[in-house]
């Protein structure tokens, strides 16, 4: 029989917290893409940096007000998926299977929403959730041109990055 001590569970831990972090699976050697829900206003934006994100970070839900925020939010960082009554859009993967480890705002949420969402939601998961947010103080332009997706999705892998850098585990907001 097998004695557990504290030194074979902080192992134990350990290597949960890794494969949490990193979003490795079943022992595989190459990383999962991390699961996450993306929050912009506009859908053509929504699509392209869904794409953009890839393959370090796969959108499962993208939500485009902070209504549907508010109503479905705390279902999707519970891996229960959105509310049967809010259908979800094209963007995403729709994939519920893993729980998201991020959910990221674009620029054009305020930062009073993405404030409000964390306050209310940051508990709703069973695993550390990176909350990544744009920088309130940079404000986007009234029609986003060309690079702006770019931009921003490499602003959010970095920022992710940060999060994960500094132990994954931090609620508090993230910003790029």
Partial sequence: MDVITNTSMERYRDVLDTMLTRGVSGGSDEEEPVCAVLCGKTYEVGEKVTLLLKPEIEVIHFINSFEYAKDNLGELLAGRGPK???????????????????????????????????????SAS?????????????????????????TGAEDVKRAFERWREAGAKSDEIVYY
């Fill in 84 to 122: 049967q009554s809010c259908k979800p859009n094209h963007i995403g993967s729709h994939d519920y299977s893993q729980l998201p480890r991020a959910v990221i705002f674009g620029r054009a949420f305020a930062e009073g929403e993405v404030n409000e969402l964390n306050r209310l939601y940051r």
């Fill in 126 to 150: 069973s695993v550390p959730v990176a909350w990544i947010a744009g920088d309130s103080s940079i404000v986007p332009p009234p029609q986003p041109g060309p690079g702006y997706a770019e």
